[in-house]
């Protein structure tokens, strides 16, 4: 008996397939990534450090010292929560679970990066005491939201006064 393809069964299966499909890509870019950003060092040749006669030492060879450089420069630590979210994104895609219906967590990430970014930057969590504690996105979230803090906690502390 041959099997008979429904204009419905087939759009389901390019769906399923498309799904499959993108999560073995974020998987693999999720691997790479953290292995870069694993083993990264602070002299490795990159587009943020230059040394004429250097060697690179990530394991992820010349393009993963660029990444893991561009990555700790723009977003310090906390650009391994965006590896785990990539890689939590992947793990639902290659279960067959519909991002749509964990929109939710989604949120949750975010806020997790944003208040990751904030707080590395505010307490100079950092090993290699440099730039990348909460990246140059954690120094410009905290200069842009100094006057709100400041104008805000002010009235709170007034209106406290106030009541006391």
Known sequence: MKRV???ASK???KKKYKQLLSGIVSAIVT????VALLSYHVTDPSLFYYAPQA?????????????AAGSFYFFGYAVFVLVFFLGWTSYLLLRNYRIKQEIDRCIAFLFLFVTSLLLLHIYHIDRAHGMLCGGVCGTWLWHKLIPVIDVHMMKWFLLALWIA
């Open 5 to 7: 393809f429904t204009r």
């Open 31 to 34: 691997i790479y990534w953290g």
């Open 11 to 13: 759009s389901s299966f």
């Open 55 to 67: 060697i690179v030492r990530n394991s992820a060879g010349v393009w993963g010292a660029h990444i």
